[in-house]
């Protein structure tokens, strides 16, 4: 589903150039929980952007559904329809209810009120907020508030999951939780690609893509 090849990234100032991934290259198969890990400053979320098209490469490739990624174009339709983004910080309109946050994405994608109305509803269910869809941000605990997050990103029913540390803001019980509902997903289908630094993260991974000074240092496949 997606391959990425010999992928640097480095960022130039006036006085010095900051290598941050250095010829990166693995493939992502359909249906696969992935997990890129490491401690802070590695290149994991870099590393995730480039692969959801959110930033550039300074050299290498991104190819997804064996199409090269042509990354001086537009790709908002690419990241509308294809990809899904979960982040640490839940990024929700704080005076928007779940259910309006979760309809944002499907009023750009032009999408009839009454169908997306539906859509944002049952994607709320599936993260088990049925009886919070008209709650406000603030009325909601961290766990709640990155489900409604992880039912934005799902709403269009994308190929793939991008979450960047999608337990990091949360106790370990609602990290748990959220954990348990990438799970569900995944089992319906979805193939998911997790940024952590968190050990017991790693349990819930097909594949584990150990990242040290923006190197792969270890790529482990466990069986389930």
């Known amino acids: 589903m997606i ?7 480095q960022i130039n100032t006036e006085t010095e150039n900051i290598k941050i991934l250095d010829n990166i290259s693995f493939s992502i198969k359909s249906n ?6 490491g401690h802070s400053g590695v290149g994991k979320s870099t590393l995730l952007s480039i692969v959801g ?13 064996d199409k090269e990624i042509d990354f001086t174009s537009d790709l908002s339709k690419l990241r509308r329809e294809k990809i899904g983004f979960v982040f640490q910080t839940f990024n929700l309109l704080p005076k928007a209810t779940a259910h309006h946050n979760v309809e944002i994405p499907l009023v750009y994608a032009n999408i009839r009120k009454d169908e997306r109305m539906k859509m944002a509803s049952d994607a709320l269910e599936s993260v088990g907020l049925a009886d919070r869809m008209y709650h406000k941000p603030n009325e909601l605990s961290g ?20 979450a960047d540390e999608p337990t990091g803001n ?5 990290g748990q939780e959220i954990m348990g ?36 240092t270890e790529d482990i496949e466990r069986g389930f």
């Open 3 to 9: 391959e990425v090849k010999n992928i640097f990234k």
């Open 32 to 37: 696969e929980i992935s997990l890129i890990y």
């Open 53 to 65: 098209t959110l930033m550039k490469p300074s050299a290498g490739k991104v190819v997804f559904d």
């Open 143 to 162: 766990g709640q508030r990155q489900r409604v997050a992880i039912a934005r990103a799902l709403v269009n029913n994308p190929s793939i999951l991008l």
């Open 170 to 174: 949360l106790d370990s019980k609602s």
């Open 181 to 216: 509902i990438l799970d569900l997903l995944h089992g319906k289908g979805n193939t998911i690609i997790l940024v952590t630094h968190e050990d017991d993260i790693a349990k819930h991974a097909h594949r584990t893509i150990r990242l040290f000074d923006g190197k792969i």
